[in-house]
């Protein structure tokens, strides 16, 4: 028994004490370690640098080379749950920003079509940073929902300023909705004032009574209520910027834009 403890485990010297690790806790450890020497996994040493803590984290190139290996189209990417060591970089750069009173939530620079690794990694990153600097939950109606297994979240990252207005991907510039008061929103069902509270668009009155009515509950009517405020983040320094609400209110809200 003694000798084949030995050949299943692995003894080593840690912290001036005998360690005994299983032989496949070393086999995984020797693995991962060849695959952040590939730049399919980040090394626990960078990702510390991060996060706070020693792990191992996939890649872009990682995630890359599995959906190849799986036969999905590397254009569904975005679509899925998995936050790579890169989208995270982005994602505590975005977090990391600091408030200007002058904040330009549009991005003069950006050409609309033009789609590069970089500004797709900054959308996911963008993505991350909102949801869950609101508990990935909507700041309307609260709801807060996963999949069964908690891989996907039903609430998305909403532009104030649309992104193919050249909308920037700053946290200012974003907030958290379910996917109908994101359509909602970006419609113009309603805006937000500069303290944050919900007006309503007054064409919402002149709508058939059977419209926005599921069964009998009247979604539409019900979640959205003029002087409601929403919920906003912890941090104050994350709060929509007062500029992107100005934008919306002026080319969406009230201009009528869809």
Request: with cysteine; glycine share 6%.
């Amino acid at each position: 028994m003694k000798g084949r403890r030995t050949r299943m485990s692995t003894i080593v010297r840690k912290e001036q004490r005998l360690k005994t690790f299983p032989a496949w806790h070393r086999l995984l450890f020797r693995s991962a370690d060849i695959a952040s020497k590939d730049g399919l996994l980040s090394h626990p040493k960078d990702t510390v640098r991060l996060l706070g803590a020693r792990q191992w984290m996939l890649t872009e190139r990682g995630i890359d080379k599995a959906l190849k290996l799986s036969g999905i189209p590397i254009e569904q990417k975005s679509e899925l749950p998995v936050v790579t060591y890169e989208v995270e970089r982005v994602k505590k750069e975005i977090e990391a920003g600091k408030r200007q009173k002058d904040y330009d939530p549009i991005d003069n620079r950006k050409k609309p079509k033009a789609i590069t690794r970089e500004s797709l990694l900054r959308r996911r990153g963008f993505r991350q940073a909102v949801i869950e600097t609101y508990d990935y939950s909507c700041s309307i109606c609260g709801l807060k929902v996963s999949s069964p297994k908690s891989l996907l979240w039903e609430v998305e990252a909403a532009h104030i300023v649309p992104h193919r207005l050249s909308g920037k991907d700053d946290i200012w510039n974003g907030i958290a909705l379910c996917h109908f008061h994101h359509w909602c929103f970006d419609v113009g069902w309603f805006a937000l004032t500069p303290d944050y509270a919900i007006e309503v668009n007054s064409r919402l009155s002149e709508l058939p009574v059977d419209y926005g009515v599921m069964r009998e509950l009247d979604i539409l009517r019900g979640s959205i209520k003029s002087n409601q405020k929403i919920s906003l983040p912890r941090r104050q320094n994350d709060y929509p910027h007062e500029n992107a609400i100005l934008w919306h209110r002026k080319n969406i809200f009230m201009k009528g834009a869809v």
